[in-house]
């Protein structure tokens, strides 16, 4: 089983990763996500992330089979 990892917008950029799918196995929280794709890159401070469509914190669990989404601050109007 795999979880799907995406980034968006300026994260993306910075990162250099749109989208990937990882090994579950080790992946317990939303920050071990981030840590799995990222090599030694800290989270930046403003960033966001949703498990499955729905905002969360970074501490938050996540299962096989979860999609992780994150995302640089959105606004609008």
Request: charged letters at 25%; glycine letters at 10%.
């Given at each position: 089983?795999?979880i799907r990892?995406r980034?968006?917008?300026?994260?993306?950029?910075?990162?250099?990763?749109?989208?990937m799918?990882?090994?579950?196995?080790?992946?317990?929280?939303a920050?071990?996500?981030?840590?799995?794709?990222?090599?030694?890159?800290?989270?930046?401070?403003?960033?966001r992330?949703?498990?499955?469509?729905?905002?969360?914190?970074?501490?938050?669990?996540v299962?096989?089979?979860?999609?992780?989404?994150?995302f640089?601050?959105?606004?609008?109007?």
């Open positions: 089983m795999s990892i980034f968006f917008a300026s994260l993306a950029d910075r990162v250099g990763i749109r989208e799918t990882v090994d579950g196995d080790d992946i317990k929280t920050e071990d996500a981030w840590k799995a794709c990222v090599d030694g890159m800290d989270i930046p401070g403003n960033a992330v949703a498990i499955n469509q729905q905002y969360a914190d970074f501490a938050d669990p299962k096989q089979g979860d999609e992780i989404a994150f640089p601050p959105v606004t609008g109007g």
